[in-house]
Nanobody
Framework: QVQLVESGGGLVQPGGSLRLSCAAS????????MAWYRQAPGKLRELVAS???????EYRDSVKGRFTISRDNAKDTVYLQMNSLKAEDTAVYYC???????????????WGQGTQVTVSS
């Protein structure tokens, strides 16, 4: 059973830091892109950052210079280091993993359960 387990959310003051982790397990297919999304109350889910198997990285403009995405391919884990957090970063953060079955030519996504990040004084 394909599973993504997230951890690291919580309450932090403005200017503080948090590190999110997302570990994938249960699939024999290849992991391609790993990404973090977030969804604030009343808003659409938005892409925060993504990282490919080869290390290509993209960030949304509002987090550039503050957030860092990384991955450990040996552990099938993706991380999001969040520094200089702002109130507007408050949201539920979800990881997403894109899998590829090269033998069958099938691709699919799996989502984590979400972890709450609250930035407040």
């Amino acid at each position: 059973q394909v599973q993504l387990v997230e951890s690291g959310g919580g309450l932090v003051q403005p200017g503080g830091s948090l590190r999110l982790s997302c570990a994938a397990s249960g699939s024999s297919d290849s992991i391609d892109v790993m990404a973090w999304y977030r969804q604030a109350p009343g808003k659409l889910r938005e892409l925060v950052a993504s990282i490919s198997t080869g290390g290509s990285i993209e960030y949304r403009d509002s987090v550039k210079g503050r957030f860092t995405i990384s991955r450990d391919n040996a552990k099938d884990t993706v991380y999001l280091q969040m520094n200089s957090l702002k109130a507007e970063d408050t949201a539920v953060y979800y990881c997403k993993v894109h899998y590829v079955d090269y033998r069958r030519g099938v691709q699919y996504d799996d989502w984590g359960q979400g972890t709450q990040v609250t930035v407040s004084s």
